[in-house]
């Protein structure tokens, strides 16, 4: 069977319009510069760096699209990429105001600022931390890794310098984060339910009313796109629980947690399952939608949880 990278981590990459992120993408991809329009909504890539896998979501920076998902996928990112015109500083209020906003967010995120273009202007960089006012971050985030890198996507300049930063600091920040689990559900993206785990040390006939009606009304408006965004991705607190959500091409998968779990490992590991699945089971796919059957190893999903985030995913018992 062909292997296909599974566990990846979620990265968000954001800022201003015309700022460079696109071309920034593209030349992690391709190792060239190519000049792009601005992102229309968002895009999102996998990169690997340093072998492991990463799930970038490149978030379009004109401001209807700030407000439209923002929020959402900052939340449940791993990593946060904010990148500045550094040739451009009319816009820097504006790009500082959305930086803090996004660090309000995620409080725990290692940040990379990447100050580009600096091919076509000088940088100052500590007039520029003092701009950003990243000398209060440790006392709103004590625990988050931060930096601030000039580079320019044009010539490749101090990129490498800032990647290998980063993926050091998100593979310290991950390692000690996990979540208990108390529910695995998958569905076909209609909301058809496939398969169902339920980890907590009680019948699923007699689970708690918290989560019970709110968690299936919300698988409902999921699949039917009244939650979340163009990429399938939305969260929801129970009293009790809660629910990250995730859907692709052709599944849709529902994490259950406590509430001090960490939603960012509840969502890259709901979609590192729903891409998974896609990949390794494609003819159990179709026969489920032709048939109604779907056969899987048994046990595979608590194997594969295993397997993969064994040090971020405690099962609750």
């Excluded at 319009?17 to 510069?33: C, D, H, P």
């Excluded at 939340?75 to 946060?80: A, D, E, R, T, Y």
């Excluded at 998100?170 to 996990?178: D, E, G, M, N």
């Excluded at 907590?200 to 989560?211: C, G, H, L, S, V």
Aim: hydrophobic share 45%; proline share 4%.
């Amino acid at each position: 069977m062909q292997e296909y990278p599974r566990k990846r981590i979620p990265i968000v990459i954001v800022g201003l319009e015309f700022a460079g992120k696109t071309s920034f993408v593209l030349r992690l991809q391709t190792g060239e510069f190519v000049n792009t329009l601005p992102t229309s909504g968002l895009d999102t890539e996998i990169l690997e760096i340093q072998g492991t896998f990463f799930q970038l979501f490149d978030l379009g920076g004109h401001e209807r699209f700030r407000h439209m998902f923002w929020k959402e996928y900052v939340k449940l990112s791993q990593g946060i990429v904010f990148m500045i015109d550094a040739s451009d500083l009319e816009k820097l209020d504006d790009a500082v105001e959305w930086l803090w906003k996004c660090l309000e967010w995620n409080l725990e995120a290692p940040l990379v600022i990447l100050a580009n273009k600096a091919d076509l202007t000088h940088i100052e960089l500590p007039k520029l931390i003092d701009k950003v006012n990243l000398r209060k971050l440790p006392r709103q985030s004590p625990t988050r890794s931060f930096q601030i890198f000039e580079i320019s996507v044009k010539t490749g300049m101090n990129i490498d310098r800032a990647l290998n930063w980063f993926s050091q600091k998100i593979a310290v920040s991950l390692s000690k984060k996990y979540i208990k689990l108390e529910g695995i559900y998958l569905f076909l993206r209609t909301g058809v339910p496939i398969v169902s785990h339920l980890f907590m040390d009680q019948p699923e006939e007699a689970m708690d009313n918290d989560i019970v009606p709110g968690f299936l009304n919300a698988i409902n408006e999921f699949a039917s796109g009244v939650m979340g965004g163009s990429e399938g991705l939305s969260s929801l607190t129970t009293e009790k629980h809660s629910i990250v959500m995730v859907k692709h091409e052709t599944l849709l998968c529902a994490i259950i947690t406590d509430l001090e779990s960490d939603l960012s490992v509840a969502r890259m590991v709901a979609e590192s399952v729903v891409m998974h699945l896609e990949k390794a089971y494609p003819n159990q796919l179709l026969k489920y939608q032709s048939k109604g059957k779907f056969l899987f190893p048994e046990n595979f999903l608590v194997d594969y949880l295993q397997q993969e985030f064994n040090e971020n995913v405690v099962i609750s018992t």
